[in-house]
């Protein structure tokens, strides 16, 4: 994965802008429903960066907005990155459709928020780890194990990339414990975790087994604050299913339940002692 800005970045990069220009033209959605002649929900999501905006529809929504020379030239290159394609992985085909939106939002995230009380985010397993976590579907060929593998390494490229996101991880006392894989393969993942959090490129809190329930029970999910002031989804995974929620309403929810997870889990520093003993 690139450390420079991904197709993913760019669209969201002109949604941002294409807002800006509603906002000061005084543009309501209802105007570029009419002038591309689609639905409510797709008008929606251009604006959000969910879809790409095609060339037409794109002069469609400049001329609509009145944006002429230089800035439209601009604009115009914005979406024509929005819309390259990614090179082919080996990994690529493996993904489930369910979790590619999420795989998209996480890539452009300026501060995720993971709470897990049975094992460590994907952003920081070791590759050992992650084969052992994804080895427990028994519905998954050996092939498909590996390729699912390597799209979590390559998810962890913007960890050590030029923007990497403000990783904020709240994990149980018992997720440094849990018997993941063999004793090597632990040892190696609570080293690699430590590096990550003493290098600053992760916020490690754990959550005591003196703390007893929470509001998040035994739930895992993932806040997710993308750039440029847009809203906040969440991700919640299930045992079939991965859910991005953007009512404001729910996602401030669960955002309270978070806070309420930092409130009762040790200090960063408290943390890292805690990582260290074990």
Not at 48 to 69: K, W, Y
């Amino acid at each position: 994965m690139s450390s420079g800005p991904t197709p993913t970045d760019q669209r969201a990069r002109l949604a941002d802008r294409l807002r800006e220009l509603a906002r000061e033209r005084g543009v309501q959605r209802a105007d570029v429903q009419r002038v591309l002649g689609c639905s409510e929900s797709k008008v929606g999501k251009i604006l959000r960066g969910d879809v790409s905006v095609v060339p037409l529809e794109l002069a469609a929504l400049l001329d609509l907005f009145g944006v002429e020379g230089e800035a439209r030239a601009d604009l115009e290159r914005l979406g024509e990155e929005s819309r390259r394609r990614r090179p082919k992985t080996p990994w690529g085909t493996a993904v489930p459709d369910r979790l590619r939106k999420f795989f998209n939002t996480e890539e452009t995230a300026r501060r995720i928020e993971s709470y897990r009380p049975d094992l460590l985010h994907g952003l920081v397993q070791t590759e050992d780890y992650a084969r052992a976590v994804i080895s427990t579907n028994r519905s998954l060929r050996p092939d498909e194990v590996e390729r699912l593998v390597q799209a979590r390494m390559a998810r962890q490229a913007r960890l050590t990339g030029t923007s990497p996101p403000e990783l904020v991880l709240v994990v149980r006392e018992a997720v440094l414990e849990a018997p993941v894989g063999t004793a090597a393969v632990r040892r190696g993942q609570l080293a690699h975790l430590k590096r990550l959090v003493d290098g600053g490129r992760a916020v490690l809190r754990v959550v005591p087994g003196s703390a007893g329930l929470t509001g998040a029970l035994f739930f895992p999910f993932t806040v997710l604050t993308p750039p440029g002031g847009r809203a906040r989804n969440v991700y919640v995974e299930t045992l079939t299913d991965g859910l991005l929620v953007d009512e404001e309403n729910r996602v401030a929810h669960y955002s309270a339940v978070f806070q309420e997870l930092l409130d009762v889990a040790l200090s960063p520093a408290g943390s890292a002692g805690l990582l260290d003993r074990v």
